[in-house]
């Protein structure tokens, strides 16, 4: 879910319960779910991936004739050597571009 629609959705609630309009409330709500990795699929710009910490990675590039490819794969970021699992990789021609925080693992059965 995007920031967008997870506000949308809180603003919905809001209303439906009686508070009135939120005044950015819902926005600034979706964001903290956002930054704290709860909102699935939200992938974030590279720029703002945590420094040594596994994240879910990708990037997406260009095959020609029309066609594109996109490869996810788990990283950790140091900051003065960059990603490191990207490093020397033939596979991945570019550096990745977008983030989001890993999966939570499945409960136990």
Known sequence: ???????????????????????????????????????????????????????????THSLGDGEWETIQWVDFLLPDVGWVHYRGRVDIPFPPTAWQPLPLPPAEG
């Open 1 to 59: 879910m995007s920031i967008e629609r997870a506000a949308e959705v809180i603003e919905s609630l809001m209303l439906e319960y009686g508070f009135g309009p939120d005044g950015g409330a819902a926005a600034k709500i979706a964001n903290a779910l956002s930054d704290a990795g709860l909102l699935a699929g939200g992938w974030k710009d590279i720029k703002d991936a945590p420094e040594r910490q596994d994240v879910l990675v990708l990037m």
